[in-house]
């Protein structure tokens, strides 16, 4: 696999969708030790600590991630608390190495058992860059970057009326039911195949509350030329307070802090490649992909 440099400074690329959350927990995997993880918001399908558990490893950096692989043996469970009616954020990234498959479910319950949708990346071992989802026998698929092992999720989880909507690197994948009634106690990252090797980073779980202006809407708020030669243009109708743009490693590569609504980003010093830029509003940011000429 090839060796990925991911800084904290990655967790800019989950965008918050409402201008109040609250962070209900938040894990990197950096106060774990190596090996085996069973303990605080983790635990496994069968409940006990063993090799179900994920697994808290070096590999891709000088940071620590949480590994799911080991042929149909790891069968991991991300504990939420067994939530009932509300609205919340989880986040997480994913790093797939190339050719390899990742899974993902959700648990309407900590108890393991009753489960929603299904995500595959490349299901079948053969088909990367190609994903399906399933739920209560209907299937979705979508498409993904299967050069490029770091892979945002986010999914906004609506528990009052039943849907969810399903991001992988701010694009769209699934909006609608959730089947999961008005529950949600848990996701679950299984090995599904023996193709399967993963990682996760970064995992983020909010509570969401609705009310005020969403800042980051698309229709007061977008982002243009892209790709872009020079002059990055910021459409909002809020005042842009920073923008950060870090390259694919995680490295900050443009810092600017306009303080005005719309603001123009002179990109001209970058390199030609793929950034990711970060613009804060208030106290909410959203990160965008650009393609810098």
Partial sequence: MKTLYISLLLLCIFPLQFN??????????STYPLGPLHQG????????????DINVVIENGPQKTGKIGNNEVQDALLL??????GQYSLNFLLILPVGNTAYF??????APGDYGIEVYFNEDGASAGQGQIYSEGNTFSFS???????????????LDDETMVLRQNNNEIYSGDNYM????????FYSVSPNTTYYLWGVEFYLDATAGIDNFAEDVFSVYPNPVKDVLNIQSQAVVDAVVVYDVLGKMALSQKPSITSPSINTSSLAPGSYLAKVTIGEVSKTVKIIKQ
Avoid: C
């Avoid at 918001?41 to 179900?52: A, I, Q």
């Avoid at 009634?181 to 679950?188: I, V």
């Fill in 20 to 29: 109040a959350q609250t962070l209900i927990f938040g894990d990197d995997f």
């Fill in 41 to 52: 918001h983790w635990s496994s399908w069968s409940g006990n600590p063993g090799p179900e």
């Fill in 105 to 110: 479910n959700f648990q309407e319950f900590e």
């Fill in 144 to 158: 993904y970057d299967a050069n490029d092992p770091l892979i945002s999720i986010e999914i906004d989880m609506n």
């Fill in 80 to 85: 939420l608390g067994d939530r009932v009616g």
């Fill in 181 to 188: 009634t008005d529950k949600w106690g848990a996701m679950d």
